[in-house]
């Protein structure tokens, strides 16, 4: 979402910047000298090219906005299916359990496993 606000802030100062610029021609040339009427023109022409290319920018910010929240969700399906693959592996694996300390002792390794995946959990 940061690329978005990024690039939202930088169209608001382009807005801010043409107005500098109307502004700036304004107070350095007295509107009946030639030299006002190019500027004006330039001033104008660039000003129109920067309006033409904002619905192009607005839609490849939601574009890209609704690309980023894609990736994210496929990174996230992706995490969990690997983690559902291990602990399915893990199930099907025979464990001799022999005695009481063997139980526990496999007890503790799967808390241990499990406990950082728990917490990413918790993050989502």
Do not use: F, G
Request: contains cysteine; charged residues 30%.
């Amino acid at each position: 979402m940061c690329c978005y606000q990024a690039i939202t802030s930088s169209v608001e100062s382009r807005r801010s910047d043409a107005n500098w610029l109307r502004q700036t021609l304004n107070t350095l040339y007295p509107a009946d000298s030639a030299d006002y009427d190019r500027e004006n023109q330039l001033v104008t022409s660039l000003i129109t090219r920067y309006h033409q290319l904002l619905p192009a920018i607005e839609t490849t910010t939601s574009r890209s906005s609704v690309v980023v929240r894609c990736h994210e969700y496929k990174v996230t399906v992706e995490r969990e299916v690997h983690w559902l693959t291990e602990t399915e592996d893990r199930l099907r694996e025979d464990v001799p359990l022999d005695d009481l300390d063997s139980v526990r002792a496999l007890l503790e390794e799967q808390e241990v496993s499990l406990l950082p995946d728990m917490q990413n959990k918790q993050l989502i």
